[in-house]
């Protein structure tokens, strides 16, 4: 998968939104213990639960994210993208968002359901960004 513009553009601004509530954090391209190793675009944690350690670095997280959130990029298809949601909750993570860029609609996944919304606050696991928000322009958010 090769991130596009609207992918890169797009996990920036969640990463600053959920950065600004002071409560969580999102860990871009972190590989999870999962398997081989399931890397999510964004691992959404409570503020502080996961540090870096300068001394010595490890190549995969065990602790699981509260919330995983993955972006469609041009390469992918929303199907590859469900089933990589699947896969996540099967290993225990609570909830998966999988944003859709081109309709700006976001699926909410859980253990045994998916919803869509469209834009506007979505809210799982504690977790609250206002999509309306993130897929307005910066110049609308000045």
Not at 47 to 72: M, W, Y
Request: proline content about 5%; aromatic content about 8%; hydrophobic content about 40%.
């Amino acid at each position: 998968m090769t991130p596009s513009l609207n992918h890169s553009y797009l996990c920036r601004r969640i990463i600053v939104e959920l950065e600004k509530t002071g409560k969580w954090e999102a860990w871009p391209e972190l590989t999870l213990d999962i398997g081989a190793g399931l890397i999510p675009d964004l691992a959404v944690y409570k503020r502080g639960t996961i540090r870096p350690n300068f001394h010595e670095d490890s190549t995969k997280c065990a602790v699981l994210p509260q919330l995983v959130i993955e972006v469609a990029s041009l390469s992918q298809s929303i199907h590859e993208l469900m089933q990589k949601a699947e896969r996540f909750l099967k290993e225990g993570i609570a909830a998966v968002w999988t944003i859709e860029p081109y309709g700006q609609l976001v699926y909410v996944s859980r253990p045994g359901s998916r919803k869509v919304e469209l834009t506007g606050q979505v809210s799982s696991e504690g977790v609250s960004v206002n999509f309306s928000d993130i897929f307005g322009s910066d110049e609308e958010q000045v």
